[in-house]
């Protein structure tokens, strides 16, 4: 037995974390390949990256010994000092936006081509009318055509290109910054509120904005002055008329991005409230439906959606506004425009060509503002999406190195543990300590509301403390390698929440390198292998999120194995027999008894007396407080005697304790 408990499968580096780290690094070697970017080489540069990570990055050779190694069992001594490198997500922001800034600057030239090949069309106008017509020349008019029409294909063709590119730079933003977003979220929810997660749908938004006419737009505004440039040059009075309508578009511009960037803010803040309830309701659906409470949850969501309706409609109509302005005046200015031409013509000033070739060139130098000031929105949007994304990944916290420890015996130590929840003045757990050996159990008995689960969760590193520490083999949790030290702690939650996916793979906490072996070993030692025998597909039962079609024991159960598997030294059970039959109950009095006999650590929080006969030591906890710690006889001797003094009121029960 000691055999077993002593060979870990699982100091190896995991395949899982290999797959969130992986895409940043491997992404950012890249992204230096990638300087050598052009039209020919786009569709297998970054479009191949944008399915990669998951698939071919999953067992990257060198760093981990493929699914066979990992499990049966054996020993990784040599695996000891290997290290996870660092993940340093503001890096992978910066690489991320590397990649951005050096596409957009591919996208410039392009840009930048297909803007001056804009004029094409203007000059041919103009050659016709002042060249061709007045010297009658066929040739003239041929070569010109060809030349024209050449230009006219390039353009198009640049203009293909551009978006070409941007629309992978929008897939290399997504691939770049997918899983890092996703890591810093699911870390940064260990002392927020799991809100972070929503981030990944900011991602979603800058990756709609990359490839958005707005961007196109915003991109084609720096090319007004040149357009404005050869209007001037045409004849200056026209260049002024256009100069003097930029200005007031930008006025436009300014008044609009004023006048709607509150309702704009507060229809968003609005709606990501709406999508929050709306995300709770699909996690709640049962209660919802058996309390009846549709009405309800829809008159939340309602109202929620008719504030971000009623200020997205305010922010539309402002928008709207600004828009017919701006494009009426830009129709007005092409009417002066040809209206002051044609005078200048009359004045044989400039020729007719000349003015119809200025009037178009104006309307190219004005739409992309137009186009800016209607895409606004997006950008506003866009802006807080990547503020959210930026905060996000350079607040959290740098994962140092760290190195990888010897396999934990299970020592456990507790040291002045203080939890006040953020943003409250509570003291739920309130300065305790303790001491716990390997192999030990020790059960934690308390009323409700005593602080139990909060102990345990610290116990597990799932919230940290406010102050003081948990020592697993007296280094604390905090200083451990995430992934080692979750490796070698089991831990059953209250609310027992299992995966989509089959029971097997919940068992194997969805670790694709999880062997039968290993899976069919925390079954047995959770006690739960005849249980999962009974059921029509066995292992290979599929369970839903909500965990049907398991009843609350049998997930429980289920869970428990969960908790059991890969050998973990240290195992916190929170409330594991509060679904259980006396059946259950008896398997899980086993479990913590085999748990005892292969040298795991175990703690259990319990209200019911039945498992407190197999463990060493029992806690009583009353309001975040340590009351009684001892051996479980002292403990138990303790309480009934405390009870009999209850039922002779005379003595009181601080006599005698
Ligand atoms: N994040 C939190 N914010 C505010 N109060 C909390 C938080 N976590 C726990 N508490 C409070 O701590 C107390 C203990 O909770 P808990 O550990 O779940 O008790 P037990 O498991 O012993 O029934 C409760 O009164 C609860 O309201
Ligand atoms: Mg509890």
Known sequence: MKDTADSGPTTDTPPRARLVLQPVDRIDTDAQQRVKLNSTRLGETIEGKANEPISSEASPPGNYNGPGGGGGGGGRGAEFHKRVGPQDFSQSLKNGMAAVRHNLGYVMVMTCATNLLILAIPIYLFQISDRVLTSRSTDTLVMLTIVITGAVILQTAFDAVRRFILMRTAVEVAVQLGSPILSAAAAASLNGSGREYQTLGDLQQLRGFITSGTLLSFLDVPFAPLFIFAIYLVHPDLGMIVVATSLVLLVIALVNQRTTAKPFAEANLAQSKANMHLDSMSRNSQIINALAMIPEAVAIWGKDTAASLTSQVRAQDRNIISSAFSRGVRLLTQIGMLGWGAYLAIQGEITGGMVI?????????????????????????????????????QNSKLQFEKLRLPRPEGRLDVERLLFVPPGTKQVVLNGLSFQLNPGESLAIIGNSGAGKTTLGKMLVGSILPTSGNVRLDLMDLRNWEPRQLGENIGYLPQDVQLFPGTIKDNIG???????????????????????????????????????????????????????????????????????????????????VEHA????????????????????????LLTDGTITLFGTRDTVLQRIKQDQRARKTPPKPIGGQT
Do not use: C
């Not at 650590?601 to 019911?608: F, G, N, P």
């Open 357 to 393: 070739a200025a009037s178009i060139i104006a309307g190219r130098a004005l739409a992309p503002i137009e186009g800016s000031i209607e895409g606004w929105n997006g950008f506003i949007l866009t802006r807080g999406a990547y503020g959210r994304i930026r905060t996000l990944l």
């Open 509 to 591: 906490r969805m670790r694709r390198d999880a062997t039968d072996d290993q899976i069919f070993e925390a079954a047995t030692l959770a006690d739960v292998h005849q249980m999962i025998a009974t059921l029509p597909q066995g292992y290979e039962t599929m369970v839903a999120a909500d965990g049907s079609p398991l009843s609350g024991g049998q997930k429980q159960r289920i869970a428990l194995a969960r908790a059991f598997f890969g050998n973990p030294k240290l195992v916190v059970l929170d409330e594991p027999n509060s679904n259980l039959d006396t059946a259950g109950d008896k398997a899980l009095a086993r479990a």
């Open 596 to 619: 005892r006999r292969s040298r795991i650590s175990v703690v259990v929080i319990t209200q019911k007396p039945a498992l407190l006969d197999v463990v060493d030591k029992i806690m």
